[in-house]
């Protein structure tokens, strides 16, 4: 079923893209830029926190920041030498973490069948990041 939030546009476009980048800030506003794994369905955004080695000692600093500001941004956009070919999609919205249950499970079983990386990774006990799309923007060529 097609999110209202989302053009059918927008969604191919995204659906076609294999990579995006998550913008968070923390409490004082200071930005945060990650590019990041994702799978879209509805009008949620998904990204999981996978097993790349990073720091254990602490949660990673896009969790800290949803936690402290659920206001995200995410773009995904295509570059070309030919600047007609040139888009992006900007979705904007609160983010949660989801730590289990049946949204988890789906979004981490959606980002598994996405990216055949992720098959290797045992991705069960780990995060998910749940963007709720509130507004969607695009430009150029989808």
């Not at 659906?15 to 009008?43: K, W």
Request: hydrophobic share 40%; aromatic share 8%; net charge neutral.
């Amino acid at each position: 079923m097609s999110s209202p939030v989302l053009t059918e546009r927008q969604r191919r476009f995204l659906e076609a893209s294999r990579v995006g980048h998550l913008a968070t800030a923390d409490a004082g506003g200071m930005p945060h830029l990650i590019p990041v794994c994702y799978a879209v369905e509805e009008a949620n955004l998904y990204i999981t926190v996978d097993q790349k080695p990073k720091r254990r000692d602490i949660p990673l600093k896009r969790i800290r920041n949803i936690l402290e500001n659920p206001q995200a941004a995410f773009i995904v956009d295509r570059w070309d030498e030919d600047w007609s070919r040139l888009g992006w999609v900007m979705l904007r919205g609160p983010a949660e973490i989801l730590h289990g249950g049946p949204e988890h499970d789906r979004a981490q079983a959606l980002l598994t069948e996405r990216y055949p990386q992720y098959r290797a990774m045992n991705l069960a006990g780990l995060p998910v990041i749940a963007l709720r799309i509130a507004r969607a923007s695009d430009w150029g060529d989808l």
